[in-house]
């Protein structure tokens, strides 16, 4: 087999070292080790020191003895008695033996492994017996104890899923404490694009540590060092990569760089999928034009495409009096386009410049540089022009010999650097036009029009999709005519000019998406290009993962067959809330008899149940990384559940009355209540070892004129809507903190309200029975619909509506027919709450009758 090929290559390299990660357990982690001497009957005449590595593992302590005739010992944490080390006051008692650095450790159990250096079966050593160690640093001796205590409480836990969760934190403890180490870089030069934590797989073993991709390396740091400091991969090198699934869920990426081997180079399991996307991203645009990923996000103005620096200008944007903007210079100017003309238009420049020419440094020297600067400097949005789409590729070259001056590192500025993929600025224009006319920028280009000439140019569109420019750049946005002073109008004339214009606004509805035929290319242009051939080992893999549109058009368009798979009563009285791991595997429901319970998928068995106070709770979510469960409650308090402690681990006291409903997204906290308030917290996540809580910082205050009952965000998460107790429907800009449309919708309580997948769209419902669609551009009231009985909760695609009824039923509606289509019996009481995964296939409610059904999707 290919992976035992591959071993036999690594086993050659590391052949000095017998231990291995295959001497751990499954799912045990290998946290770090240090030199040590293994001490043999301490105090007696025979006494001996065995030389060798003491191993730090979740599950178990391993000591590697140097001489291989030695055997490998290995002492399960579940079977140790006793972890300590001698008392400061025995040092100085001589009565008792104390040798500094010394750990013992008293044991029921103990495994003998690759004795006389033969791979065998473990030998079993069972009976009470202290094994001692001591380190050669004796200062670390109270690190080592400490973290040998945590993990002997874990292995102690009586539940598995307590041990695994504390595990879990305690590794996530030490990869949040540990960064990767720049200093491996392979060229001091490397740009870096990210950094995150995974683990590597090898068969039936995974080790944590820290990725980190750069301009031209893949790199993987193991944080136990093991088998070497770094892996990494040369990014030409990559010929095929692959999302794979782990565990059942999609945080496995895998990397060949060979076309037919069929074992990977490296492996790799995120803790999300929001890091292996991104990853996956960075690969993938090396060279592919077939992969979406290649590609920048075209729904978003340059600006906004770097998450971190559109933050920074957010906050500057919301702290800047009237009139606002977010963007201090523009995408076209003629400075910006002389940029890229300078050498084939000197003159111009020297025109723009005053007779000079900018700052070597600061000229078109590369693409790569132009790319991160627009993608992470303060002030540069520019897009690219014509010419990177047309023939004449003179403006990359320094034909005319121009002395466009020397950089700081000395090098003088001469034809433009080009990317690796492209053999030369013909070769560059002839890719750069077929990434023009794929199919990607065919689907997706009529976003990118939205935002340029279109009904994303200019007002709460605009503010919504993060593309507001200083009003100079704007027609209309200074009447020329009307200033009198000549100074002041030479002035703006002139910051016009040079500052750049905003194209005259051509739609003012969202531009149509070109209609072109669905395909899978499976060919080849280059021999640098990432293959996107199917998997050797799932062929069906990949395809699956990179259409998760289709996949989720097709759930919607089986959704009437969807079907009871089991339900559980396990609560008191009617459940208010329901929030899932990542997984899938935990389920958290909240009720208005005042517990949060923990119901285990796989088991079928209520694992916890938790009450804060004597009061109902009304919501609840689960934080990313499935350590934290927030609830809401009617006693005005929100409350924060550590999953890996049981316990509660900080309360919000954030409001006057009972709160309603609570929404997160970015360490931003969401909370609606009954005393008319929507208000936004950032809370800076609490530590998950450590002393530190939550800390809680009020952004904005949402203010109502009556209770809110229900909010919800929009998939860009930048829009809010809040719907009162009184039937009114608000839309908020969350950027700012500003009502965009408010409007009276139904008469009575909002049940539910939420945004289509687009955001062009919002749907509530409420205590009179109807359904309303309202167009967020404009906030006016498109389409009504009438129901038998009110709909308490429910979950749609912007066509097709699941709700959950008063009378227990689930109804499929056709919103373009405005009617039921299906109607599936449930629940003997209302549906009072709905949840649906991220590929709508599986969902689970819960209902006046104190239960929680499961249901599936059958095709």
Request: proline share 4%; glycine share 4%.
């Amino acid at each position: 087999m290919a992976f035992t090929r591959k071993r036999r290559q690594e086993q050659q390299l590391y052949s000095k070292e017998r231990f291995s990660l295959l001497l751990l357990n499954l799912e045990e982690y290998y946290f770090e080790q240090h030199t040590a001497n293994h001490i043999i009957n301490k105090d007696c005449r025979d006494e001996r020191k065995i030389r060798g590595s003491l191993k730090i593992c979740s599950k178990s302590i391993i000591f590697e003895p140097d001489e291989k005739i030695q055997p490998i010992i290995k002492i399960p944490l579940r079977d140790c008695i006793s972890i300590e080390a001698p008392e400061d006051n025995e040092a100085n008692n001589p009565f008792t033996w104390y040798t500094p650095g010394v750990i013992s450790v008293v044991s029921n159990q103990a495994f003998l492994i690759k004795e006389q250096n033969i791979i065998a079966p473990y030998k079993t050593e069972r009976g009470e017996t202290e094994y001692l160690f001591q380190l050669d640093v004796a200062g670390k001796v109270d690190d080592v104890l400490q973290t040998l205590l945590q993990l002997n409480r874990a292995s102690h836990l009586d539940k598995l899923g307590d041990q695994a969760a504390m595990i879990t934190a305690i590794l996530q403890s030490r990869l949040a404490r540990t960064s990767f180490d720049k200093n491996r870089f392979q060229n001091v030069s490397e740009t870096l694009h990210m950094e995150c934590e995974a683990e590597m797989v090898t068969p039936l073993v995974t080790n944590p540590g820290h990725v980190c991709i750069t301009d031209a390396n893949l790199y993987f740091q193991p944080l136990n060092g093991y088998p070497k400091p770094v892996v990494h991969i040369m990014m030409h090198n990559v010929r095929r990569i692959y999302k794979r699934r782990h565990g059942l869920m999609p945080l496995g990426l895998e990397v060949f760089c060979t076309e037919n081997d069929l074992c990977s180079d490296i492996y790799l399991k995120f803790y999300n999928s929001q890091d292996r996307d991104e990853l996956y991203f960075y690969i993938a645009t090396y060279l592919d034009l077939t992969k979406p990923e290649t590609f920048r996000d075209l729904s978003k103005p340059v600006g906004a495409l770097n998450k971190e620096r559109l933050e920074r200008l957010l906050t500057r944007y919301r702290e800047m009096p009237e009139p606002k903007f977010m963007y201090g210079s523009h995408y076209s100017s003629p400075g910006y386009v002389l940029f890229y003309l300078v050498r084939v238009a000197p003159e111009y420049m020297l025109c723009l410049q005053n007779g000079k020419f900018d700052h070597a440094d600061r000229t078109f020297n590369s693409i790569a540089e132009t790319w991160k600067n627009c993608l992470d400097g303060a002030t540069d949005f520019k897009e690219l022009i014509p010419e990177f789409y047309e023939n004449d590729s003179s403006f990359l070259l320094n034909s005319l010999k121009l002395d466009l001056g020397k950089r700081q590192g000395g090098k003088m500025v001469e034809h433009v650097e080009l990317p690796p993929w492209a053999s030369d600025p013909d070769d560059f224009l002839q890719k750069s036009q077929n990434a023009l006319e794929s199919q990607y920028v065919s689907e997706h280009l009529h976003e990118w029009i939205d935002l340029i000439f279109g009904y994303k140019q200019k007002g709460s569109e605009a503010i919504a999709a993060h593309n507001v420019f200083h009003p100079l750049t704007y027609e209309g946005g200074v009447d020329l005519n009307s200033i009198m002073d000549p100074n002041e109008k030479v002035a703006l004339l002139t910051q016009i000019l040079e500052f750049g214009q905003t194209p005259k606004q051509l739609f003012t509805t969202p531009h149509p998406r070109r209609i072109i035929p669905k395909f899978k290319s499976l060919s080849r242009t280059s021999s640098h290009n990432v293959s996107i051939a199917e998997s050797p080992v799932s062929p069906s893999e990949e395809s699956f993962e990179d259409l998760t549109e289709e996949s989720i058009t097709l759930a919607w368009n089986n959704i009437a067959k969807l079907k009871l798979d089991e339900q559980h009563k396990i609560h008191k009285e009617e459940i208010t809330g329901i929030a899932v791991s990542c997984n899938g595997s935990s389920v958290f429901t909240t009720s208005q008899d005042s517990t949060l319970k923990m119901f285990s998928k796989e088991s079928k068995t209520l694992q916890r149940s938790v009450s804060f106070s004597n009061m109902a709770l009304s919501s609840c979510l689960i934080l990313p990384g499935d350590t934290t469960v927030i609830s809401s409650s009617w006693d005005n308090h929100i409350y924060f559940y550590s999953v890996a402690f049981g316990r509660r681990q900080d309360t919000l006291m954030g409001h006057d009355d009972a709160v309603s409903k609570i929404c997160w997204h970015d360490n931003r906290l969401y909370s609606a209540s009954w005393d008319s308030t929507v208000k936004v917290w950032h809370c800076a996540p609490a530590e998950v070892l450590g002393p530190k809580r939550h800390h809680f910082e009020l952004l904005a205050e949402l203010e109502h004129d009556v209770s809110v009952n229900t909010i919800n965000l929009n998939a860009a998460n930048a829009m809010l809507v809040s719907g009162t107790k009184e039937g009114t429907i608000s839309i908020w800009d969350v950027t700012t903190a500003t009502m965009l449309h408010q409007l009276s919708c139904h008469s009575g309580t909002v049940y539910d309200a939420a945004f289509s997948p687009d955001s062009r769209h919002l749907l509530s419902t409420g205590e009179d029975g109807c359904f309303k669609v309202i167009d967020v551009q404009t906030g006016m009231l498109i389409s009504s619909m009438a129901s038998e009985q009110p709909q308490r909760c429910f979950k749609w695609d912007g066509h097709t509506v699941l709700s959950g009824s008063q009378s227990g039923e689930l109804l499929v509606w056709d919103l373009l027919a405005g009617k039921v289509i299906e109607r599936i019996k449930g629940h003997t009481g209302a549906v009072t709450c709905m949840w649906m995964n991220e590929q709508c296939s599986s969902i689970i409610t819960g209902g006046e009758d104190k239960q929680i059904m499961f249901w599936k999707l059958q095709y």
